[in-house]
């Protein structure tokens, strides 16, 4: 028999924000908000992870979002959309608060909720 996480897709999507946290994080390792605001590089990379998120919180099942209201994923979505949506006027320090004070908070949330993700 399967385990739970093989029949349950909100597991899937879970390790996408796990995988795009973590991405983040190290793309931003030793990088300050200077750092950040001159490159469009770690931009780029930081505004692709957050769509991750974004997208994959709008993929999480409507029943788990609603057991797990303290986690932010509306929050989330809503960066996602930002980016997508108003790309021509991005504010980098939003942006950096979120990547640097809110994905880890989100990381730590859902790291407890799942399990292991399989080896790639």
Not at 17 to 28: E, F, Y
Not at 47 to 68: C, M, P, R
Not at 87 to 92: E, L, P, V
């Amino acid at each position: 028999m399967p385990h739970d996480h093989e029949l349950n897709p909100d597991f899937t999507f879970l390790w996408h924000i796990q995988r795009a946290c973590r991405q983040m994080q190290t793309h931003l390792e030793g990088i300050s908000s200077e750092d950040f605001q001159s490159s469009s590089l770690i931009q780029n990379a930081v505004y692709w992870n957050i769509n991750v998120i974004g997208e994959a919180v709008g993929n999480l099942s409507d029943d788990f979002k609603q057991t797990h209201q303290e986690i932010p994923f509306q929050e989330a979505r809503a960066a996602r959309n930002r980016i997508v949506h108003g790309y021509d006027s991005i504010k980098n320090d939003i942006i950096w608060k979120i990547a640097t004070l809110h994905i880890p908070q989100i990381l730590d949330q859902i790291t407890t909720l799942i399990p292991e993700p399989p080896q790639d």
